[in-house]
C-alpha cells in the first residue's frame, strides 16, 4: 500500500484510492504514519483529534475510528491495541515522508560533495512528491503541531536544490522563482541570500541591494533582528564584486568563516564494564540511516540516578561512533561542580567558540541568549555532527542547545525524562548485577586484589549495591592501599551509619553526587526524602510513607512522584489494589537515614 501525508492524508492501493471519510479519520491514520512503528498514546491521540478539551466519550470514539481503518486497510496493515496506546504495522508499504527524507537526504550529501547535477536531480525528485500543503485534511488541532516542521523540511530542501541551481549557473533560470519565494517567506535569510545571488549574476546589482534591504527592513518589523551571517556576508559580497558575475558558488551561510572541526569529548573510559548491551542498541541506532530510508532516532537520552554511570555510557557510545561525524563532536557539561545547571548562554559561547565563532561577549539578557541560538543553529546547518550535552537539568536549559538541524545526532545525559527530547530513544540505567560489578570493581582496584579474598569482594559489591560509582571509589581506594587485606575495606564499609563517609576518594563522594539532587527538591519532596529513613529499601507503598509522615496518602503519593522525576526513587510494580509500589537504591536510603543535616525539610504539613 502507498500512504501519503505530503498534502491531503491518503491511502492508496495500486493506484486506487481508499475512500476515508471526515478529518479525525485521516487525522488518526496520519498520526500513525508520523509514529513511524512507535505506540501513538491514548492522550496523543485525544488532543490532536480534540485539543485541550476532549468529549468524555474520547476513548470510544478513538476505538471507532481505529475500527474503520482496519475495515477499509484490510490485512495489509495491522493496527494494534498496545497500551496506552495503537502501534501501526505497515508491513512493506510505502509512505511518501520516507522518500522525501532519503532523497532530500542524499540530495544534501551530493550537494556538500560538489556533485551538483546529481544533487539538483534528487531534490527535483524528493520535492515532486509534495502534492500541496501536508496533512491538509486532518483537524487544526494536529495542524499546529505537526505541519510546520514537515513544511520546513520541504523549504530546507527547495533551499539546497535552488543553491545546486545557482552552482550550476542557472541564475537567470530561478531568479523568477526566488523572487516569488522571497515574497512569500520574507524573513527566510537564506532564500533571500539566493535571491541577491541571482539577480547579481544577472547583472542587476541594484536590485541585489534593494532586495537586502527590503530583508532588513523585514526582520526588523516582523522579528526584531539584523541580518544574520548568511545575508550580511552576501551583501558585503555584492558591494565588493566577490561575488562574480561568472562564479558557480553561491554564498551560504559560513563561506567567509573557517570550517573548525571541533573535537571536544571527554577521555573515553579505559575500563568501561558492565553495559555491553546498552553500549551495542545506542551504537547501533546512532549509525548511519539504511539506504531504504528506515527511520532512525537522532535524539537519544540516557537517564538514571547520580553515579550510575550514565556520562561514561554516553562518552564510550560517542568514541566509538565518532568517526560517523566527519564534521566533529561537539561536548557541554550542562551542571556546575556543585550541582547547579550551568547557564545556556555560557555553554553557547563555549560551543561556538569550538565551532570557530569570532567576536564573542559574555551574553548578559534574553536578547543574547536569542542571538546566540541563531548563530549556533547557523555554524550547525547541514554539518553532520555528533553533540554530547551531559548531566542536563531541565528542558528550559536544553531547548536552545539543541541544533536546528533533526539530523544531527544529540547524546543528552539527565536523572529523568526531559519534554524538550519527547520521542527521544531513551536508555533508563539501573545498578550493574553483580557480575558486572565484581568486574568493575576488579579493573579499577587489580584483579589480583579481588581474587585473593572472594568472600570480601562479594561482601565489598553488596556495599556498593551496584552503583559504579560507589564501586570505581572503592577500587580506587584499594588500589593505593595495596598493603591493606580487602577484609579491612569491607570491615570499614560493613556500618551503615558511617558507610556514605567511607564511600569517597579523592574528589569522589556517593554522598557528594547525590546532594545536587537533593538540593533541587522541593519541600515536600525533601520530607519525603527524609521519610524513606522508616521505611528502609524494601519496596512500599504510598500508604506506607502516609503512616509515616502522618499525612493523607495523595500528598504523600505527591512527594514520592517528585523523588521518582528526581531518580532518587523508582516504581517497582503495583500492589494488589493496584496502588504503585516504590523502592529507593540502598544508598539512597542511607543517605536518608544518615545525612539528615543536608536536608533542608519542610515541615510536614508542607506535603
Not at 511518501?96 to 532519503?102: G, I, V, Y
Not at 550537494?111 to 491538509?136: F, I, S, T, V
Not at 500528598?555 to 494488589?576: T, Y
Amino acid at each position: 500500500m502507498d500512504f501519503r501525508i505530503l498534502g491531503p492524508v491518503e491511502a492508496r492501493r495500486g493506484n486506487t484510492r481508499i475512500a476515508l471519510s471526515g478529518s479525525k479519520v485521516h487525522t488518526v491514520l496520519a498520526a500513525l504514519l508520523l509514529a513511524r512503528g512507535r505506540v501513538v498514546s491514548d492522550a496523543r491521540l485525544s488532543t490532536l483529534l480534540w485539543g485541550w478539551d476532549p468529549p468524555a466519550t474520547a476513548g470510544a470514539q478513538i476505538y471507532t475510528y481505529m475500527s474503520r481503518l482496519r475495515k477499509h486497510l484490510g490485512e495489509d496493515v495491522e493496527i494494534i491495541r498496545q497500551p496506552p496506546g495503537y502501534l501501526f504495522a505497515a508491513h512493506g508499504s510505502r509512505i511518501d515522508l520516507d522518500r522525501f527524507e532519503r532523497l532530500e537526504r542524499e540530495g544534501r550529501s551530493c550537494l556538500e560533495r560538489g556533485e551538483y547535477e546529481k544533487a539538483g536531480e534528487l531534490l527535483c525528485r524528493a520535492l515532486e512528491l509534495w502534492r500541496g500543503p501536508a496533512l491538509a485534511n486532518v483537524t487544526e488541532y494536529m495542524l499546529e503541531v505537526e505541519r510546520e516542521p514537515l513544511e520546513e523540511a520541504r523549504n530546507r530542501a527547495l533551499e539546497c536544490r535552488i543553491e545546486a541551481d545557482l552552482a550550476l549557473g542557472r541564475h537567470e533560470r530561478i531568479t523568477g522563482e526566488l523572487t516569488g519565494l522571497v515574497a512569500r517567506f520574507p524573513t527566510r535569510e537564506r532564500l533571500r541570500a539566493q535571491l541577491m545571488t541571482a539577480l547579481y549574476r544577472c547583472g542587476r546589482q541594484a536590485d541585489a541591494l534593494h532586495a537586502y534591504h527590503e530583508g532588513r527592513k523585514a526582520l526588523a518589523e516582523q522579528l526584531g533582528v539584523d541580518p544574520g551571517t548568511a545575508l550580511g556576508d552576501t551583501y558585503r559580497a555584492v558591494l565588493t564584486g566577490e561575488l562574480g558575475l561568472e562564479s558557480p558558488a553561491p554564498i551560504t551561510a559560513g563561506a567567509r568563516r573557517p570550517v573548525v572541526t571541533p573535537a571536544m569529548l571527554p577521555p573515553d573510559t579505559d575500563d568501561f564494564t558492565g553495559r555491553d548491551a546498552e553500549l551495542a542498541t545506542l551504537t547501533s541506532m546512532i549509525g548511519p540511516v539504511p539506504e531504504d530510508g528506515t527511520w532512525r532516532p537522532r535524539r537519544f537520552l540516557i537517564t538514571g540516578m547520580a553515579g550510575i554511570g550514565k556520562t561514561a555510557l554516553a562518552v564510550r557510545a560517542a568514541h566509538v561512533s565518532s568517526a560517523l561525524f566527519p564534521d566533529g563532536q561537539l561536548y557541554a557539561d550542562l551542571c556546575e561542580p556543585d550541582g547547579t545547571p550551568r547557564d545556556p548562554c555560557a555553554v553557547l559561547v563555549r560551543l561556538l567558540r569550538a565551532l570557530g565563532e569570532e567576536d564573542l561577549d559574555e551574553p548578559g539578557d534574553q536578547d543574547d541568549l536569542e542571538e546566540l541560538v541563531r548563530r549556533y543553529r547557523t555554524r550547525t546547518a547541514g554539518r553532520r555532527l555528533l553533540i554530547l550535552l551531559d548531566n542536563a537539568v531541565g528542558d528550559l536549559q536544553l531547548g536552545p542547545l539543541l541544533p536546528g538541524n533533526p539530523d544531527i545526532t544529540v547524546l543528552v545525559t539527565c536523572r529523568t525524562q526531559l519534554a524538550r527530547v519527547a520521542g527521544a530513544y531513551t536508555v533508563a540505567l539501573g545498578p550493574l548485577d553483580d557480575d558486572s560489578a565484581l568486574e568493575l570493581l576488579a579493573s579499577a582496584a587489580g584483579r589480583s586484589r579481588i581474587t585473593a579474598d572472594p568472600d570480601a569482594s562479594d561482601d565489598l559489591v553488596a556495599y556498593c549495591a551496584g552503583l559504579p560509582l560507589a564501586l570505581r571509589i572503592t577500587g580506587a581506594r584499594l588500589a593505593a592501599r595495596p598493603q591493606w587485606p580487602t577484609a579491612r575495606l569491607a570491615r570499614r564499609l560493613a556500618d551503615p551509619e558511617t558507610r556514605l563517609a567511607e564511600l569517597g576518594y579523592g574528589d569522589l563522594r556517593v554522598r557528594d553526587a547525590l546532594l545536587p539532587s537533593v538540593r533541587l527538591l522541593d519541600p515536600r519532596a525533601q520530607t519525603a526524602l527524609a521519610g524513606l529513613a522508616d521505611l528502609g529499601p524494601e519496596p512500599f507503598s504510598a500508604q506506607s510513607m502516609a503512616g509515616v509522615l502522618g499525612v493523607p496518602e495523595d500528598l504523600a503519593e505527591r512527594g514520592l512522584e517528585s523523588l521518582v522525576d528526581a531518580a532518587l526513587l523508582d516504581i517497582v510494580g503495583v500492589d494488589r489494589e493496584g496502588r504503585p509500589q516504590y523502592r529507593c537504591h540502598e544508598l539512597v536510603w542511607l543517605f536518608a537515614a544518615t545525612e539528615s543535616g543536608a536536608l533542608d525539610t519542610a515541615p510536614v504539613h508542607a506535603l
